[in-house]
């Protein structure tokens, strides 16, 4: 597989040095403008203050990257034509040489092929509400990549208990950063215990260090609440959710449009504070994926 690395990527990785991958979809569908340049910018500047290198994964006209990066950045942001990209879809964008935003699913693809370990994102997709038998791409990629993944559990819009439930199904090991509660996204907790808690990125390190060496094929996720005063109501998220969900259901949306959709609506239904919290989280979710990386650094790959 023909896959370009950016040359602060390929310089960390010759040199062993810690390197935090980040999705592009957050950036090309999930935030709005100008949102998603701030989003950009807390993301990366909060890896690199802490001593590790970026990589935003994305396919750029056909090749797959780990280190968007200068005009193709820019492209992406702007929204040029730019496709929403699962794991699936990554060979059909890559022979038609498509601009392509990868989700939590393709973005884990590509670290297993970069050989990146460390990656950082806000929700994880999951089981969707009212549909059990649709769910998201991500919880079966997070089943057969072993990378540490970090996030602030899935988004508040999925069944998060059924969600729960299909990770340990599936043999994803879930351990909450100084929580004992899977989060919400926006929220702090969604009344779904985890199975661990660590209280230090190092630990988080030499629990993945272990992970690996027993030969384990599965993501570690790494759950941890929005920051301390970013994180909504959960009377109030859920009251939003439920609005949203009646919404779609009238006006038919389906398949791949409905996380957007419902996104958006509780957007609305929270007078924007959704969006500050998601913001918040992205740059807390890089920060601790960054201390982790600077941890993993020099141990066995």
């Not at 193709?72 to 730019?82: A, K, P």
């Not at 791409?137 to 819009?157: F, M, Q």
């Not at 409905?258 to 509780?266: E, Q, R």
Request: net charge neutral; hydrophobic share 50%.
């Amino acid at each position: 597989m023909i896959l370009a690395l950016s040359d602060p990527v390929a310089t960390a990785l010759r040199d062993r040095r810690p390197v935090v991958a980040l999705e592009s979809s957050v950036l090309a569908q999930g935030l709005p403008v100008p949102a998603n340049r701030e989003a950009d910018e807390r993301m990366r500047r909060a890896i690199t203050s802490r001593g590790a290198v970026p990589a935003i994964t994305a396919v750029v006209r056909g090749v797959p990257t780990a280190g968007l990066d200068g005009d193709d950045l820019e492209r992406f942001l702007r929204r040029d034509g730019v496709a929403k990209v699962s794991a699936r879809d990554l060979p059909w964008a890559i022979v038609t040489r498509r601009d392509g935003a990868t989700t939590v699913a393709a973005s884990l693809a590509l670290c297993v092929a970069a050989g990146l370990r460390v990656f950082a994102t806000g929700g994880i997709g999951g089981v969707h509400r009212d549909a059990p038998f649709d769910e998201s791409a991500d919880l079966v990629e997070l089943s057969r990549s072993p990378v540490l993944t970090v996030c602030a559990g899935a988004k508040s819009i999925l069944d998060l208990p059924a969600t729960v439930e299909r990770l340990e199904t599936l043999g994803v090991p879930v351990i909450g950063y100084r929580t004992d509660c899977f989060p919400g996204f926006f929220t702090e907790g969604s009344g779904v215990g985890v199975g661990a808690t660590a209280d230090s990125p190092a630990q988080l390190a030499e629990a993945f260090v272990a992970h690996r060496a027993l030969g384990r094929s599965a993501a570690m996720l790494v759950v941890q609440p929005p920051p301390a005063g970013e994180a909504l109501d959960e009377a109030l998220v859920r009251a939003a959710v439920d609005e949203a969900l009646a919404a779609a259901r009238v006006a038919g949306v389906r398949g791949a449009a409905v996380t957007p959709f419902l996104l958006a609506a509780v957007e609305r239904a929270t007078g924007g504070r959704s969006l500050r919290t998601n913001l918040a989280l992205l740059e807390a979710n890089a920060a601790l994926a960054a201390d982790i990386a600077v941890a993993l650094a020099g141990t066995p790959a």
